[in-house]
């Protein structure tokens, strides 16, 4: 197993560290596994779940580095149970993960941002990819400002700080958030991601709900041209950098937060509550909108959730997977792998910062694991 991401953080391998130990299951039982080609008799962790295959495999994947942490504890769990099945994942963000799964030159892509229309009409003639929901984040607002160990921001005045448009922290606008704090009069240094990004496109999404300035200016996606600021590569450049510099603000997945040590704001909720951050959070966030999960999967990001325990900035994160695979025996472990993630794996995401599925989108996520095939014939019927 090998998970890599330029200039990681302790982050990955302090995630690691959660890799030893069983597994235990999370999930209903699905309908039971039939033995494939190549498959053992045994099947995958996981009550029913479809069998791994008995010779040695070897999958790649790349993309997001937003569930990085969390793709890492689980190859480790998978591989103790199936050590004859090697992943090596490359978290190089989600608009990589999207260009090499169109170049066909992974096994599955991993986004935070599901692929475009266009980014669809792209794929090679006769290609169709699958979104398989695997987690939900929160993208937070980090910080590094000396002294102040609470900070209040709401959608406005975020939007304006990354326009540059508030250029120093003890600008009234911050001040009138923060009324208990001592807000110096630094520079605001913003941080922001330099690559193609899910955690991105999320964060643009609030910012554009919040403020027609970054509407009509910078606007939504993967990549923007930035305003004002320093560009730093994946979920751990932009921690690092706003760890590394005083007066710094930027956007990170949860989990890197809370990895590198850096502070986070409270933001703003729908229903006018500062909230800080948290599974519990997101998860508030996920359960009222599966009413609206759409049938093709591509879920936008959830911003400003009703509830007042409700973190406004949440999002799905993706595996991109090849709905018919051309090797029959490398489908089969993906597949596996796959169920195994919906199932067991889905234990491990809170106590990493992630929450779960929610119970109604993981059904739908394992029912779409049967319409992969090989040959037109279902891996897993």
């Given amino acids: ?27 209903s039982p699905s309908p039971a ?17 479809p069998a791994a295959p008995s010779g040695d495999v ?17 190859v480790e769990k998978y591989a103790a149970a199936h050590p004859n099945v090697k992943i090596d994942y490359q978290a190089i963000g989600s608009g990589g993960g999207i260009k090499n799964i169109t170049a066909q030159t992974v096994a599955f892509g991993a986004s935070d941002a599901t692929m475009k229309d266009a980014e669809i009409a792209a794929l090679p003639a006769g290609t169709k990819i699958l979104h398989i929901p695997t987690a939900l984040g929160a993208v937070v607002f980090i910080y590094n400002l000396p002294g102040v160990t609470e900070l209040n921001l709401d959608g406005p005045t975020a939007a304006d700080i990354f326009l540059g448009t508030i250029k120093k922290w003890n600008d009234p606008k911050i001040a009138a958030l923060n009324s208990s704090a001592t807000l110096p009069g630094a520079d605001i240094v913003v941080v922001h991601r330099s690559d ?21 200016g910078p606007g939504v996606g993967k990549e923007v041209n930035w305003p004002t600021g320093i560009g730093a590569k994946g979920n751990d450049g932009v921690a690092g950098g706003v760890k590394q ?17 850096l502070a986070t704001a409270k933001l703003k909720n729908a229903d006018g509550a500062f909230v800080a951050a948290s599974v519990d959070g997101v998860t508030a966030a996920a359960d009222a909108s599966v009413a609206t999960f759409p049938a093709d999967f591509r879920a936008a990001p959830i911003i400003n959730g009703a509830g007042a325990a409700t973190y ?34 889905q234990a491990d995401e809170a106590g990493l910062g992630y929450a779960p599925l929610p119970k109604a989108v993981q059904d739908k996520a394992l029912a779409e694991l049967h319409t992969i095939t090989s040959g037109g014939t279902p891996i897993w019927p």
């Avoid at 330029?6 to 069983?22: I, M």
């Avoid at 596994?33 to 779940?49: D, E, I, Q, R």
């Avoid at 070897?58 to 689980?74: D, E, H, I, K, R």
């Avoid at 510099?245 to 890197?256: D, H, K, M, S």
Wanted: glycine share 14%; proline share 5%.
């Fill in 33 to 49: 596994a039939s033995t494939a080609p190549g498959a053992s008799a045994a099947a995958s962790p996981g009550l029913g779940g």
């Fill in 245 to 261: 510099t005083p007066g710094a603000i930027g956007y990170v997945e949860l989990n890197y937060a809370t990895q590198a040590a």
């Fill in 58 to 74: 070897s999958l790649a994947g790349a993309g997001a580095t937003f569930p990085g942490p969390l793709y890492q504890v689980w």
């Fill in 196 to 216: 193609g990004s899910g955690t991105t496109n999320a964060f643009t999404t609030y910012l554009g709900a919040v403020s027609d300035g970054w509407k009509n």
């Fill in 312 to 345: 406004p900035i949440a999002a799905y994160t993706y595996l991109l997977v090849y709905a018919d695979q051309k090797d029959q025996v490398k489908g089969q472990a993906l597949v596996s792998f796959v169920y195994w993630a919906l199932t067991d794996g």
């Fill in 1 to 27: 197993m090998i998970i890599t991401s330029p200039g990681r953080l302790s982050a990955l391998a302090l995630a690691a560290a959660f890799a030893v130990g069983a597994c235990s299951g999370s999930a």
